[in-house]
């Protein structure tokens, strides 16, 4: 199993919640499933811009997870 | 990923139909879903006036925005329901919107009606808001619509919202309500204006993604009210099936849809409200009963 070297932790954003998550690089569809968020009820932004499931987030980009359930 | 139209980069999977798609591409995408809904359903014709109820929320913008897309003469309508700083950021949302598209916005507050708001008439009565506010809804959306000539009233219903009312009522088996759920629900009488629901092939992540690429500045807030809503673990539950098996959502709601005919309908014959006029299966409407019931609380309250 490769192990990431944590410089600085990667900041996530869930609903307007902050959390770290301890990765230099991870991708979307990882991000979700460590986080046990449903891929069907989120969306996600990096750096304001909407990026599909195959999409790498890296340290220093700006994470936004959008949950739909719920709002309306 | 590659956008499955034009091989650009895409910014969204959309696994029921096994597709990614750019930006440019899903904009179309949500607008064919919309054309497909209203041919599929024969919801609306070009030449009618639709009020589009619009709850500050994303579903309703979005509905507003296609139906305008799409050529359709709409205008908006609000009901302020009078929920302390909810409302008040509903309604500023709305007013943004419908200003920065130059359309009418027509407004009803819940408070000039019963004269006090949901939040009062529901502690005053000992009921939760939420049981009240649907059917303050339903009935002030369709006598406004009516007495303004209007031919439709939209609503922004995605398909999660539907497949989870479908669910809550094959879960209690609530037949009067499953043979009256559908994308339309005609006008069977003048003062009854039909009910139309564009949104229904929609997803309600499609809805969301379709907000911020249009963009729609809607009201991400959640109603106070609307924590512990059986909807809620209803939609979690056929997502989780969405995600082991894409399409669930769209094959268990178009399917009953097809299904749906062959229910008997179990509805009472519709008369005339004593007080009001508009229909109602009782000698009085819900509403008028409501609007006594609270009159009867006055000198209690006092």
New interface residues.
């Given amino acids: 199993m490769t192990k990431l070297r944590i410089l600085n932790p990667m900041k996530v954003e869930i609903d307007g919640k902050e959390l770290e998550v301890k990765r230099k690089k991870i991708r979307v569809e990882r991000l979700l499933r460590d986080l046990g968020i ?6 996600v ?1 990096k750096n304001g ?7 790498e987030i890296r340290e220093g980009d700006r994470c936004q997870i ?1 949950l ?5 | 990923m590659k956008c499955r139209k034009c091989g650009g980069k895409a910014v969204i999977r959309i696994r029921a139909h096994n597709i990614a798609l750019c930006e440019e591409d899903f904009l179309d995408f949500v607008l064919d879903r919309v054309q497909k809904a209203i041919r599929s359903y024969h919801l609306l014709k070009k030449e009618e006036r639709v009020l589009v109820a619009l709850s500050g929320g994303k579903d309703s913008l979005a509905a507003f925005d296609l139906l305008q897309r799409l050529g359709y003469q709409v205008e908006a309508f609000h009901i302020d329901l009078g929920i302390d700083g909810f409302s008040e950021a509903s309604l500023e949302a709305v007013k943004a919107f419908v200003k920065e598209r130059g359309a009418t916005l027509h407004l009803l507050r819940v408070e000039d009606e019963l004269g006090m708001g949901v939040v009062e008439a529901a502690r005053r009565l000992r009921r939760p808001p939420c049981s009240l506010c649907g059917m303050i809804k339903r009935y002030l959306m369709n006598r406004f619509a009516y007495e303004r000539g209007f031919s439709a009233v939209v609503t922004g219903h995605n398909l999660d919202d539907e497949g989870a009312t479908l669910l809550g009522n094959l879960l209690r088996w609530q037949t009067g309500y499953l043979s009256r759920q559908a994308p339309l629900l005609p006008s069977s009488h003048p003062r009854l204006i039909k009910k139309v629901k564009p949104l229904v092939l929609l997803s309600e992540r499609e809805v969301l993604a379709y907000c911020l690429l249009r963009p729609i500045s809607y009201l991400p807030d959640r109603c106070p009210y609307a924590k512990g809503a059986t909807s809620i673990p209803q939609k979690e539950a056929l997502n989780l099936l969405e995600l082991h098996s894409p399409g669930t959502k769209l094959r268990f709601y178009q399917g009953f849809l097809e299904a749906r005919g062959s229910l008997s309908q179990e509805e009472g014959e519709l008369r005339e409200c004593e007080v009001c006029g508009f229909l109602t299966v009782r000698e009085k409407c819900q509403f008028c009963t409501l609007k006594e019931r609270l009159n009867a609380t006055e000198g209690r309250e006092r």
């Fill in positions: 449903n891929p069907e009820v989120a969306l932004l811009k909407l990026v599909p499931e195959d999409e959008l739909t359930v719920g709002t309306g």
